[in-house]
């Protein structure tokens, strides 16, 4: 393993990549290339996103006072007619049924995740659109202008909804206004996307396969280098690795695109390639390592056996790491949702440390020894799995990682086959 080849990688795709946009593609044509220079057998295999597109969206308070309010549409929520709609307002807080004993007409305001059933409550009661809280409002301007794009959590949204600062949040309340108008734009779109798939066959137990994936998409404005150009160079430099020391089952690296939109190139991946998963005995995901202060997390979807398995080799390893249990708002939970046992590695920063989903994304916070730290651990994991005599990952979940599978399944809504819901809220602990 190359440190410095992994760190020029890095800077080459620290780029904002968001999914569905030519930059997305790009950052899979430079892996791409990286596998085939490296003379391993890699493809980009295209799917599509079902994505939303928003056109216009503005937040007016008419009275007592004219304000314009900067928001941004949320995506899969209903479009306004032209002229928007009007009416009172009302801050709804959690949206417990106390809170919404009078909001027919009104435009509310609510914090916290529109979930579809409380979605469906507001348009049954008449509400007329509402408007989300982002941001931190203690966040600097710079930061404040770069709302991002969310789509509605789980189904689509019969209501319309915008995003506002919760800056302007803060305002709007104090301010009472009577009258407020809400106009969004947005259609339903279809996207394409890219995953790149590389392969190294198994020599004599070439039919088992392990999965090293990582997501390389970004959101607007950042380039992402920590979320998760690391876990995609992390990847791609266990390819390396692997190359040059031939596993007895096969291994995929798997680079997924538009994750950050709802873990939609694993999802795809895991339909398309649905034969084989049966065969996946494993899932060794990254998001987010080598961020400089920082510390070692793995979320284990799989049996307490193997969660025990890797804290062992850690601990032989001298691997701080900290192990738990459950599902992670990552790729990995696609794998565990198809029945492979998968885990997500992750360098997670303290509170204030460093910041994703924004233009603080950059290499500037990263350290390459840590980088090299969890990448070497985890070549040794995926070592000992893919040579193992017979394969020592037990096909079960712990009771935890399946209550957790179920509550996500909840929260998403019925709609099962809905990928695009936000999951950015939930990205870290
Ligand atoms: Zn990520």
Redesign the pocket.
């Known amino acids: 393993m190359n440190k410095e080849r992994a760190w020029n990688l890095l800077k080459e795709i620290s780029f904002v990549r968001v999914s569905g946009t030519a930059e997305e593609k790009r950052a899979a044509e430079i892996f791409l290339k990286a596998a085939q220079d490296a003379g391993v057998d890699a493809v980009i295999e295209e799917f599509e996103t079902e994505n939303a597109k928003v056109y216009e969206a503005s937040l007016e308070v008419l009275e007592p006072e004219y304000r314009k309010y900067p928001v941004i549409g949320i995506g899969k929520t209903a479009a306004t007619a032209d002229e928007g709609v009007c009416g009172g307002f009302k801050y709804i807080e959690n949206g417990l049924d106390a809170n919404l004993t009078d909001i027919a007409g009104k435009i509310v305001l609510v914090q916290g995740r529109v979930m579809p059933e409380l979605a469906k409550k507001l348009k049954e009661k008449g509400a007329l659109a509402y408007i989300l809280l982002a941001g931190n409002i203690y966040e600097e301007d710079s930061i404040r202008n770069e709302l991002r794009p969310t789509n509605a959590f789980g189904t689509s949204h019969e209501i319309p909804g915008v995003k506002l600062h919760m800056c302007d949040g803060e305002e709007l309340v104090r301010s009472r206004p009577e009258k407020v108008r809400v106009i969004l734009k947005t259609e339903e779109v279809k996207q394409p996307s890219w995953n790149v798939v590389a392969t190294i066959e198994g020599t004599d137990l070439k039919n088992e396969v392990l999965v090293y994936s990582a997501?390389y998409d970004s959101v607007p404005y950042s380039p992402g280098s920590w979320?998760?150009g690391t876990g995609s160079v992390t990847v791609w430099e266990l390819m390396h690795y692997f190359k040059e020391h031939r596993p007895r089952r096969t291994i995929r690296f798997l680079l997924c695109g538009s994750?950050?939109i709802g873990l939609v190139g694993s999802k795809k991946y895991c339909e398309a390639h649905q034969e084989e998963l049966k065969d996946v005995i494993f899932n060794i995901n990254f998001?987010?390592t080598g961020v400089t202060l920082g510390y070692e997390h793995v979320r284990c979807s799989c049996s307490e056996d193997t969660m025990h398995a890797i804290e062992h080799l850690a601990k032989v390893e001298g691997f701080p790491l900290d192990a738990k249990l459950g599902m992670y708002s990552?790729d990995s939970s696609s794998f565990a949702e198809a029945g492979v046992p998968a885990c997500t590695f992750a360098r997670l920063a303290p509170r204030g440390g460093a910041e994703?989903h924004n233009h603080h994304d950059t290499m500037d916070r990263l350290d390459p020894d840590s980088f090299m730290t969890t990448l070497c651990f985890t070549a040794k994991l995926g070592e000992q799995i893919a040579n193992a005599a017979v394969n020592p990952i037990p096909r079960k979940f712990a009771q935890k990682v399946t209550e957790e599978m179920e509550e996500r399944a909840k929260m998403r809504g019925t709609d099962k086959k809905d990928k695009t819901a936000d999951k950015q809220e939930e990205?870290k602990d």
């Open positions: 997501h979320d998760n994750e950050e998001d987010m990552s994703i990205k």
